[in-house]
């Protein structure tokens, strides 16, 4: 099929979804009219039974974490296939070492260097006080995972391979998605049922408070960082690869 | 005014779609689809908002507050992490498509070669 026709083909069919679509949400409540009910019932519910003002976090590490957990099983799956897809190529070209490249400059060097400790100060802040605050475990690993990067930016090649950090960071990544799974089985022994809420939930506002939930953030927090530091890794020694030695 | 924030979402996803059927670099291609996934953020967090309520944490505000809907935020959370490790995984199919054809191009992917 020609380029032409495709793309006429595709607008016609997107004219056809667009159109349905509209149809679709003018009937939607108004914005700005949310008419529940779950969130009110989240908001009247979750402060009495978890000991927590997050709504956010309670339902996605309490009252959804069913969801959660599968969703972070995507992420271990996925780190896991870009690290065989990547992996593969580098057999292939049969390199054991990936070639120098030029020398950043000083500003990089300088402010990507000073920056990483408390980027990973900042991720642990983010990660711990997810039920207090806006973030969590998946913003927070993020953050943390953004620490390799500025530490490539500083000059350092991350040839992770030849000191076996690709494998502590699977370790890492492993780690995190194995303790969310515990967290949910620990709830089916010592409550009855999968993910329930079963550590003591302590006083509102405090750090340690709301039970499973801030356990469940530095779970994901940790699995989140390793995955994000081992797939950034990866692909960073992709681009060395690439370059004429 | 009232649906402007649904439509947006439609558009977001059309213009997405469109992007990904003409696209010429695979690169191009992940992006596109991403622009598509954002419209499902903008569709979620619409229909969660309600006028003139509070973020749903209830730290500094009494909790007779009218918040927005959190389970729409909680689903968004669960969309951008899913939708980050497909664009992940996609580019790492991208450099291999690379490597064994020697093309980001989609358009010359497509013959079997023997």
Redesign the interface.
Known sequence: MS?RV??VM??VA?AV??AT??VA??D???????P?P??DV??KVV?GERHT????A???LDY?GF??LG?EL??FT??C??VA??R??RR?RGEASAPERPAPSFAARAVGGALVGPVVVLAAYVVIHGH???GGG?SGGVIGGGALLLAYAAGQNVRLRRVGSIGMLESVEAVGAGGFAALAIGGLIAAGATLQNFVPLGTS?MLLSAGTIPIGNVAIGIE?AG?VAL?VA??LE?ALLQEPA | MSVLAYLVAVWLLIAGIYGVVTSRHLVHLVICLGVAQASTYVLLLAIGYRSGAQAPIFGDIPQSTPVVDPVVQALTLTDVVVSATVSALLLALAVQAHKRFGSVDPDELNALRG
Not at chain 1, 28 to 34: A, K, N, V
Not at chain 1, 53 to 56: E, K, P
């Open positions: 380029r495709r793309c595709a607008l997107l979804l667009g679509l509209v949400v003018a939607l409540e108004p914005f700005g009219h949310y529940g779950y969130g989240l908001a402060p003002g997050q709504l956010v309670a339902t996605v959804r969801d959660t969703e995507i992420l996925a780190a296939g870009c897809l990547l593969l190529r292939e207090l605050t806006p998946f506002g989140v995955a797939i990866e692909f992709q």
